[in-house]
C-alpha cells in the first residue's frame, strides 16, 4: 500500500546492477542499462517533430540505475535468490545449494558471486547473467510514475 503512495508522488524505481568490469556480459548489460536508463529519463515536449503519444508507448518507466562492483550483502543475496528461485542458487554463487550454503561459500569467497545479475527491487525480480531479452522484460514491468 504505502509503495504505491510513494510511486504516486515521483519516486524512481532503482534497478541495480552487480558488475564486474573484468567480465565481458557485465560491461554489455552495463551498456544496455545506460542506455534504457537514459532514455526512460528523457522528456519528450510537445513541440518536438516526433509524435509525443508514439514516444511514450515504446518507453518503460523511468529508473534510476546502481552499478555495484561488490557482491551483495547477505540480506541482498537472499533477496537475489528467492527472486531467481532457491532451485537457481548456484547459477547466483558458484556451487550453492540453496540460499544459506550461498551466504556462507559468499562469506568466504567474493568472487563466487557470479555476475552480472540485474536486480528490479520494487518488482522483487532478477536476472542472472546476460539475457537481453529478460533484462527488457524487467524493464518493461517497472511500475509507470
Known amino acids: 500500500m504505502f509503495k504505491n503512495l510513494f510511486k504516486e508522488h515521483g519516486v524512481k524505481n532503482v534497478v541495480t546492477l552487480f558488475h564486474k568490469p573484468s567480465v565481458s556480459a557485465s560491461t554489455r548489460i552495463l551498456t544496455q542499462l545506460k542506455q534504457a536508463s537514459?532514455?526512460?529519463?528523457?522528456?519528450?515536449?510537445?513541440?518536438?517533430?516526433?509524435?509525443?503519444?508514439?514516444?511514450?508507448q515504446s518507453q518503460h518507466a523511468p529508473f534510476d540505475l546502481d552499478v555495484v562492483e561488490e557482491p551483495p550483502t547477505s540480506d541482498q543475496l537472499q533477496n537475489i535468490i528467492e527472486y531467481v528461485g532457491n532451485k537457481n542458487a548456484g547459477?547466483?554463487?558458484?556451487?550453492?545449494?540453496?540460499?544459506?550454503?550461498?551466504?556462507?561459500?559468499?562469506?568466504?569467497?567474493?568472487?563466487?558471486?557470479?555476475?552480472?545479475?540485474?536486480?528490479?527491487?520494487?518488482?522483487?525480480?532478477?536476472?542472472?547473467?546476460?539475457?537481453?531479452?529478460?533484462i527488457l522484460h524487467l524493464l518493461k514491468s517497472l511500475p509507470k510514475e
Open 38 to 56: 537514459a532514455t526512460s529519463n528523457t522528456t519528450a515536449t510537445v513541440d518536438q517533430a516526433s509524435s509525443h503519444e508514439a514516444h511514450n
Open 91 to 134: 547459477k547466483v554463487v558458484t556451487g550453492a545449494s540453496d540460499v544459506s550454503d550461498a551466504v556462507r561459500r559468499l562469506e568466504h569467497d567474493a568472487e563466487s558471486f557470479q555476475r552480472p545479475v540485474t536486480v528490479d527491487w520494487t518488482n522483487g525480480k532478477a536476472v542472472i547473467g546476460e539475457d537481453k531479452s529478460e
